[in-house]
């Protein structure tokens, strides 16, 4: 029996790790280089290294005969989901539920309150030795949907409390009620989004939502109101959204765009009322300590015979 077991990181600066010795795993380290540690078909669980481009980290998987686990270092699974497909049956595609929720939410709120209170006029007035007084809109007494709420839609749920909002609305697939009160359907969206005065997107990108702020979507926004998307950048119709900002009746912040990155010479860089971040959601200082903290857990679970936490698919 194969005991492979591919990390991005050396695995003694991984803390909790299972002993080798007790576990039987050997620790290989691979984050997207040419050569391979080791032969790919001895590979039991494998972590896909962060930030590499797809190419590169779903090249090994089709020689993964023994594979177990696939754990991904980001929040979606989109990138490697088609791979995946072609595995034998009873792989387990994991995410990495509480790696980026902090960090994502917080950019989120730093988008909202850049967007709402100006920054990006100050920093070119700063430039320009401009002083660009005046009053500016405040989070404070503002409607926010927040669309996508797993565990990302929560954190950022949980940032707006003390921001004295007038009040978050949470959407998911499906509708329920959690501890924090109401969850609506995405179906209830045409009449939910009238009423919003910020939106911001946190859903995964599937089939479902691939292309769902869409000419309709943005239609239904409120004059004035603002698009935040640190989902994913396909989630948007990009022309349909060019189309309501240069109109100026909208504004956006988006941490993700569609193409990404976003190229030399296109018009989302320079449309009015539109602030661009690098998708840098979840690359933060607090990645590292959580990334690793899932890797050990996970593998303890494997060791113990246990399946992993945040199976999203299971090959068949």
């Known amino acids: 029996m194969t005991t492979d077991i591919w990390l991005p990181f050396p695995a003694d600066e991984i803390p909790g790790l299972p002993s080798p010795a007790d576990s039987g795993f050997t620790y290989r380290l691979w984050d997207g280089e040419p050569e391979y540690p080791a032969d790919p078909e001895d590979c039991v669980f494998y972590t896909v290294p962060y930030l590499e481009r797809v190419e590169t980290v779903i090249r090994p998987l ?3 005969r023994s594979l177990r686990v696939v754990q991904t270092l980001s929040a979606g699974t989109d990138s490697v989901e088609a791979a995946i497909g072609g595995l034998h049956s009873g ?3 994991c995410n990495a539920r509480g790696v980026h929720e902090a960090s994502t939410a917080e950019l989120a709120i730093a988008l909202v309150l850049a967007s709402l ?11 320009a030795e401009e002083w660009h007084a005046g009053f500016y809109p405040a989070l404070a007494d503002k409607s926010v949907l927040i669309v996508g709420y797993g565990a990302i839609g929560g954190a950022i749920a949980e940032r707006l409390a003390p921001f004295e909002c007038a009040r978050v609305v949470r959407v998911a697939r499906s509708a329920r009620t959690t501890a ?5 359907a995405l179906s209830e969206m045409p009449s939910l989004l009238p009423e919003a005065d910020i939106v911001i997107l946190s859903t995964p ?3 479902g939502t691939r292309g769902l702020v869409d000419a309709g979507f943005l239609a239904r926004m409120k004059d004035g109101a603002l698009l935040v998307n640190v989902a994913r950048g396909a989630v948007v119709d990009t022309a349909a959204l060019l189309a309501e900002v240069n109109r100026g009746r909208i504004t956006a912040a988006l941490d993700v765009t569609d193409p990404e990155p976003l190229p030399s010479g296109h018009p989302l860089w320079h449309a009015p009322g539109v602030l661009i971040s690098p998708h840098v959601g979840g690359s933060t200082s607090a990645f590292l300590p959580r990334a690793k903290r899932l890797l050990a857990a996970q593998l303890q679970r494997l060791a113990a015979g246990d399946s992993p936490d945040h199976v999203v ?3 068949e």
């Not at 924090?180 to 609506?184: K, P």
Request: aromatic share 4%; charged share 30%.
């Open 62 to 64: 089709s020689r993964m």
């Open 91 to 93: 792989v387990r595609l």
């Open 117 to 127: 209170r100006g920054l990006p006029r100050f920093v070119r007035g700063q430039d």
């Open 180 to 184: 924090h009160g109401e969850v609506r």
């Open 205 to 207: 990108l599937t089939d």
């Open 313 to 315: 698919l299971t090959t």
